[in-house]
């Protein structure tokens, strides 16, 4: 997936040293939950899965702990079409927020059952809350990318 390399580019660069309210954007989240809100729950866990193993080569966290956490929140953006028929634009961002959300509390939440310490915090209910409104204000920008890029990817 040429576009998640491209992203994770810009996220391990640039987005490392801008952080809006101390809080790093994280657009690797971003491209897995939006996937599955559009495209659906297997679409979206697989889509995370390979996204957050990508992230996982330059963390220093174990192996596909990140891939665990966007493959599950994937799946879990992709269970949108089962609550809300026929979901427009805004009820996808909403749900891009939602689970960016629970996905950068679940993360911290991962490391702690790994054995890496001192990651769940208070702090951490502020961070999901942050990123959840810039992956909100993101959303409708990405969305296109992403439909436009898995498109390309299921046709060839």
């Given at each position: 997936m040429l576009v998640g390399l491209i992203f994770l580019g810009i996220q391990t660069t640039i987005l490392s040293e801008m952080r809006p309210f101390g809080v790093m954007v994280q657009l690797m989240l971003l491209i897995g939950v939006t996937a599955g809100a559009i495209y659906g729950p297997e679409v979206g866990a697989l889509s995370g899965?390979?996204?957050?193993?990508?992230?996982?080569?330059?963390?220093?966290?174990?192996?596909?702990?990140?891939?665990?956490?966007?493959?599950?929140?994937?799946?879990?953006?992709?269970?949108?079409?089962?609550?809300?028929?026929?979901?427009?634009?805004?009820?996808?961002?909403?749900?891009?927020?939602?689970?960016?959300?629970?996905?950068?509390?679940?993360?911290?939440v991962a490391q702690g059952m790994t054995g890496i310490g001192g990651w769940v915090q208070p702090r951490m209910f502020v961070v999901a809350l942050v990123v959840a409104l810039i992956n909100l204000f993101l959303a409708p920008v990405v969305m296109p990318l992403i439909r436009w890029t898995l498109k390309q990817s299921m046709i060839g």
């Open positions: 899965l390979i996204i957050g193993l990508m992230y996982d080569c330059v963390l220093t966290t174990p192996l596909g702990l990140a891939a665990l956490v966007l493959g599950g929140v994937g799946f879990g953006a992709g269970l949108l079409p089962f609550f809300v028929r026929d979901p427009s634009w805004w009820n996808r961002a909403i749900a891009i927020a939602l689970f960016s959300a629970v996905g950068e509390i679940l993360f911290p």
